[in-house]
């Protein structure tokens, strides 16, 4: 192992690809991000330009290597999508069911940090170049692709 490789922490996951049903595992964040205090987030991990990330599925001991194209999502239990207090309670909540390739639903809510006039579904949606969001339940964060994402309806 080289001795300039950054740490990495696991953390427990659900992967669900254009394949197969989802699973559970664990993903990699860096233990330290030149952008922030703290670890990185597995949505920056995400929305990295690497084409892959390392998932350990909780049923095999191999790391599998796992094309970020061909997810459609990564979720988290209990996580909240903002891990700032402050930001999460300034955020506006919009409510939002997506519509996948393949016919697969997720209702949740998207926590948007934008101007008022410009915090309309469409414009989170939009504000963002990178592949990955996040849509938030109470009993997970979903990082979703765009790119797999057939519509998506506000629910307020």
């Known amino acids: 192992m080289s001795d300039f490789s950054l740490p990495r922490t696991p953390l427990p996951a659900h992967l669900l690809q254009t394949q197969g049903a989802s ?21 920056e991990m995400l929305n990295r330009p690497e084409g892959f990330f390392a998932f350990r599925p909780a049923d095999e001991s191999d790391v599998l290597l796992v094309s970020k194209a061909h997810t459609m999502w990564l979720s988290q239990d209990r996580q909240a999508p903002i891990a700032d ?4 309670s300034a955020a506006r909540l919009l409510g939002t069911e997506l519509t996948l390739v393949g016919g697969a639903t997720l209702g949740g809510w998207a926590s948007v940090e934008l101007p008022t006039p410009h915090a309309r ?5 939009n504000a963002s170049p990178h ?22 309806r506000p629910l307020d």
């Open 23 to 43: 699973r559970p595992g664990v993903v990699y964040v860096m233990e330290r991000v030149a952008d922030h205090d703290g670890p990185e987030t597995v949505l």
């Open 121 to 125: 579904l469409l414009d989170y949606l």
């Open 85 to 88: 207090p402050a930001r999460l």
């Open 131 to 152: 592949p990955f969001f996040a849509v938030w339940t109470h009993a997970s964060t979903h990082y979703v692709n765009r790119a797999h994402v057939l519509f998506a």
